[in-house]
């Protein structure tokens, strides 16, 4: 079954503890994302790879790392979590980067939900 | 920037009822506009989609949303909601010209259906 899966789906942790969230998709897609969802403010996006060894700032990255060193696997680190990064955290994954028809359309993962106390 | 904004943030309706959910985007250029459905516990989920041709886009379970370029809006539609329907619903947009094929989501929409 095509899917992208995170893990942990929950987790509580503790201000200045390292955690990492971990993205898979099975698609062989070029293209992962990270989001946060907050309420009233909707999905935005803290990193993007284009494809392998590429990646980049969206547009809330303060305080998160990604890295892409395989096509399927795009993890989120948070190396000094604080309590403003309590959230439900998507990855996403879609085709290709560019041109219109089915490129475009982008996957999402069950999410998973952070506190930090 | 490039912003999409949902104006209601919350819908409360009986089933039945005729559904519309506005949505506006910022900006212009070539556009990709999406519409995610959220149920409750549960990931994000596509409705439908609009990449180029007929503006008015049929998607799954009975909604549809209509492309008005000149007024940059994307707003969904539905008949008749079910208590299914109860959801939260999020508008997208993609600029093409944009870096990085950023998708930007409107705040959504909380919907509640009344049996």
């Known amino acids: 079954e095509a899917q992208v899966t995170q893990n942990p789906r929950y987790l509580i942790t503790v201000t200045g503890k390292k955690l990492t969230v971990t993205c898979s998709q099975n698609?062989?897609?070029?293209?992962m994302s990270w989001y946060r969802q907050d309420p009233g403010l909707g999905l935005r996006q803290i990193y993007y790879s284009m494809n392998v060894e590429v990646t980049d700032k969206g547009d809330v990255p303060e305080g998160y790392k990604v890295s892409r060193k395989e096509k399927r696997n795009f993890p989120l680190i948070l190396e000094s979590p604080s309590p403003n990064q309590t959230s439900l955290y998507f990855c996403?994954?879609?085709?290709?980067?560019?041109?219109?028809?089915?490129?475009?359309?982008?996957?999402f993962g069950p999410g998973t939900r952070l506190t930090v106390l | 920037a490039q912003s999409v904004s949902q104006h209601n943030h919350h819908v409360i309706l009986s089933e039945a009822a005729s559904l519309e959910l506005g949505c506006n985007y910022s900006?212009?250029?070539?556009?990709?506009l999406f519409w995610y459905v959220q149920y409750p516990g549960q990931h994000l989920q596509l409705l439908l989609k609009y990449f180029s041709g007929d503006p008015l886009v049929k998607g799954i379970k009975g909604f549809e949303a209509e492309f008005i370029k000149s007024k940059f809006s994307f707003n969904l539609r539905k008949p008749s909601v079910q208590w299914s329907d109860t959801a939260e619903y999020f508008c997208?947009?993609?600029?093409?010209?944009?870096?990085?094929?950023?998708?930007?989501f409107g705040g959504g929409t909380r919907v509640l259906v009344k049996p």
């Open positions: 996403a994954s879609k085709q290709g980067t560019s041109g219109f028809v089915s490129y475009n359309e982008q996957f």
């Open positions: 698609m062989n897609h070029e293209y």
């Open positions: 900006y212009g250029g070539t556009v990709n």
């Open positions: 997208a947009v993609i600029s093409l010209e944009a870096a990085g094929n950023k998708l930007t």
